[in-house]
C-alpha cells in the first residue's frame, strides 16, 4: 500500500511562478519529512526536510509548510527557475524512508 | 570526495541470468540500502544494512539478495532475472539508521531485463 501520496504527477509553470507539490501521509508515527530532488540520470539529492513540530520551514526558495492534523505537507518554490526542472520526491520516515510517488516538473523559460 | 559509487551504470541481462550490482561508499556511513525506481512508483526499499554485518528486508525483497562485505561495500544480486525487474536500482548510504540522517544517492544502475 502506498503510505505517502503525491501530487501532481506533473506540473508545468512559468520561470517566476510558485509550483506547489503536496504529499499527504497515513502513519502518524512518521516523524522526518524530507524532500529529494532529482536530475535526469543522477541519483535523488535531499533539498530540504522538516520534522512534525514545525509548522514552515524555508531554505532559500525552498518552503515546507507542513500540517500534522491534516497529515499533509507540501513544497513551494519562490521565483522558479528554469534550472529547477527536475523531479521532486516527499518522503516520510520514522526508521525507514517511504518515498511518495514523484512529480515532474517543468519550469518554462 | 566520489560519495555513493555504484556499478556498473548500464546493463542488459536475459531472463534467468544473474548478475551481482555493485555499491560502494567513502563518506564512513554505517546504514546503506538498496531502491528500485519505477515509473509512478517513487522509490521502493529492496533492502538495508544498518551496520556492518546486519541485513534486513525492505518493502520489495523477492528475488534479491544482498551482501555488506564490509561498511564501504554493499552489493544486490539477482539470482534469476525476470523482466518485472527492470528497473533503476540506486544505493544509498547515511550515517545511521535513525530517521533524521539524510540519505546519500548514487547515480543508479539502469537493468533492462529481455
Known amino acids: 500500500q502506498q503510505q505517502v501520496k503525491q501530487s501532481p504527477q506533473s506540473l508545468i509553470v512559468q520561470k517566476g511562478g510558485i509550483p506547489i507539490i503536496n504529499c499527504a501521509y497515513e502513519?502518524?508515527?512518521?516523524?522526518?519529512f524530507p524532500w529529494y530532488q532529482q536530475f535526469p540520470g543522477k541519483g535523488p539529492a535531499l533539498l530540504i526536510a522538516?520534522?512534525?513540530?514545525?509548522s514552515e520551514k524555508k531554505e532559500g526558495r525552498f518552503t515546507i509548510s507542513f500540517n500534522k492534523s491534516a497529515k499533509q505537507f507540501s513544497l513551494h518554490i519562490m521565483d522558479s527557475q528554469p534550472g529547477d526542472s527536475a523531479t521532486y520526491f516527499c518522503?516520510?520516515?520514522?526508521?525507514?524512508?517511504?518515498f511518495g510517488q514523484g512529480t515532474r516538473l517543468t519550469i518554462n523559460p | 570526495n566520489a560519495g555513493v559509487t555504484q556499478t556498473p551504470k548500464f546493463q542488459v541481462l536475459k531472463t534467468g541470468q544473474s548478475m551481482t550490482l555493485q555499491c560502494a561508499q567513502d563518506m564512513n556511513h554505517n546504514s546503506m540500502y538498496w531502491y528500485r525506481q519505477d515509473p509512478g512508483m517513487g522509490l521502493r526499499l529492496i533492502y538495508y544494512?544498518?551496520?556492518?554485518?546486519?541485513?534486513d528486508k525492505g518493502e520489495v525483497p523477492n528475488g534479491y539478495n544482498v551482501s555488506r562485505l564490509n561498511k564501504r561495500e554493499f552489493s544486490l544480486r539477482l539470482e534469476s532475472a525476470a523482466p518485472s525487474q527492470t528497473s533503476v536500482y540506486f544505493c544509498a548510504s547515511s550515517e545511521d539508521r535513525y530517521s533524521n540522517q539524510p540519505q546519500h544517492f548514487g547515480d543508479g544502475t539502469r537493468l533492462s531485463i529481455l
Open positions: 522538516i520534522r512534525p513540530d514545525v
Open positions: 544494512s544498518a551496520s556492518e554485518g546486519t541485513t
Open positions: 518522503a516520510a520516515s520514522k526508521t525507514k524512508l517511504v
Open positions: 502513519n502518524t508515527a512518521f516523524d522526518y
